[in-house]
């Protein structure tokens, strides 16, 4: 499938993973690892997976995302705002609150800051107090600027994080009984896949992949029937 070409990377160095058409037999077509390819410069290991093998290892594991997400949506989103920093209604209220106060408190710093500056002139404060005063209510003001700054971008990026995950809850809805991993359905919700080296376990060779969906990055899945 030549969408899933541009996909593949391997997990170990990064680089592209290419299909190799070295067979005649078309189940045994297979990816490798491009930095593996290159036999005088060889810096990694091949990372072999045929098509066939990939193609149902990613059509299991979007099922079993979709599958989850569909049927836990509510557990499902949480674990991603709580991964994504996203803050729930309840934190971001709370925040709005704090830069309400910050700025309020920012305001009447000023008019202190002001007045005492108007004391010295009309000699009621001496030269020496009121660099001092004048001194602790700057840099109270200055640091309340900086708290505002990081609260306003920390909002700014929450509210982006919850508008990617409610788009991958919409494909979720959109494509919750897919039976065929057709092309629209991968660049729908995969970014790119990982391709691990293959591990022997019990005298068996084991794949591992990892999808990068769109929007919200690696999913993690807890078991469930
Ligand atoms: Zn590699």
């Known amino acids: 499938m030549s969408v899933l070409s541009g996909m593949l990377y391997c997990a170990d160095c990064g680089q592209k993973m290419y299909l190799c058409r070295c067979s005649t037999v078309k189940q045994a077509e297979y990816f490798n690892c491009s930095s593996y390819r290159k036999k005088k410069k060889r810096t990694c290991t091949s990372h072999q997976i045929t098509v066939h093998a990939v193609t149902e290892m990613i059509k299991n594991d ?30 971001l209220k709370a925040s709005l609150k704090e830069i309400e106060e910050s700025e309020s408190r920012i305001k009447t710093l000023d008019k202190i800051i002001q007045s005492l500056y108007e004391d010295k002139v009309a000699g009621k404060l001496s030269e020496e107090r009121y660099m001092k005063m004048s ?29 990617e995950i409610i788009k991958f809850v919409s494909l979720v809805d959109k494509y919750s009984d897919f039976k065929e991993l057709t092309p629209e359905i991968l660049r729908a919700f995969i970014d790119k896949v990982l391709i691990y080296e293959k591990q022997k376990v019990d005298g068996h060779y084991r794949h591992t992949i990892e999808i990068m969906y769109n929007f919200v990055g690696a999913v993690e899945i807890p078991d469930f029937d």
């Open 62 to 91: 979007l099922q079993y995302t979709v599958r989850f997400a569909s049927e836990n949506k509510e557990q499902f989103v949480s674990d991603l705002m709580r991964r994504s920093d996203a803050k729930s209604k309840r934190e």
């Open 135 to 163: 001194e602790n209510y700057e840099t109270e003001q200055r640091l309340l600027t900086d708290k505002v700054s990081v609260l306003k971008a920390d909002m700014e990026k929450s509210k982006n994080k919850t508008e």
